[in-house]
């Protein structure tokens, strides 16, 4: 049972930055891929950016080089560092954990970006 606690949401004008943390129970967190997920109100969930247990990273192109996912497995945390923001991005932001036998969300963070 992999348990996440995110934070670092909140309200912030356009072209701000916010940092967003996730921190995981357990002591398999390095064997997990996880994600960050956002889900704005009347749309779908939607993968904002991806890590692997190696490190590799993915991005939707909506975010490719306004923000930056990074774990710290020694913490059991992972990061998505979000620069630039638009107010396209204001959404309820998840955390997920994966591999080839479970799957595990947080409950989310608000983030409002104000143009």
């Known amino acids: 049972q992999v348990q996440l606690v995110e934070s670092g949401g909140g309200l912030v004008q356009a072209g701000g930055s916010l940092r967003l943390s996730c921190a995981a129970s357990g002591r398999t967190f390095s064997n997990y891929a996880m994600g960050w997920f956002r889900q704005a109100p009347g749309k779908q969930r939607e993968l904002v950016a991806s890590?692997?247990?190696?490190?590799?990273?993915n991005y939707a192109d909506s975010v490719k080089g306004r923000f930056t996912i990074s774990r710290d497995n020694a913490k059991n945390t992972v990061y998505l560092q979000m620069d630039s923001l638009k107010p396209e991005d204001t959404a309820v932001y998840y955390c997920?954990?994966?591999?080839?036998?479970?799957?595990?969300w947080g409950q989310g963070t608000q983030v409002t970006v104000s143009s």
């Open positions: 997920n954990a994966k591999n080839m036998w479970s799957e595990y």
């Open positions: 890590i692997t247990s190696g490190g590799s990273t």
